[in-house]
């Protein structure tokens, strides 16, 4: 099973913002959704280990 982990950066740290398995529901967020967010993003977790990263937005 994946695990969605999504960060929001605000310019001087990441902060968790979803954590979850809906893919479509966290590859929807949105910067603007999140206060003082410059960007955001994802982590793809499955069997505990990391297997992809990327910048959403």
């Not at 966290?26 to 977790?45: D, G, H, Q, S």
Request: glycine letters at 8%; proline letters at 2%.
């Amino acid at each position: 099973m994946k695990i969605y982990v999504i960060l929001s950066f605000d310019g001087e740290g990441m902060e968790n913002v979803y954590v979850g398995a809906d893919e479509e529901k966290a590859l929807a967020l949105k910067p603007t959704e999140f206060e003082n967010c410059e960007a955001l993003f994802v982590e793809i977790w499955e069997d505990g280990e990391k297997t992809d990263d990327y910048r959403l937005e």
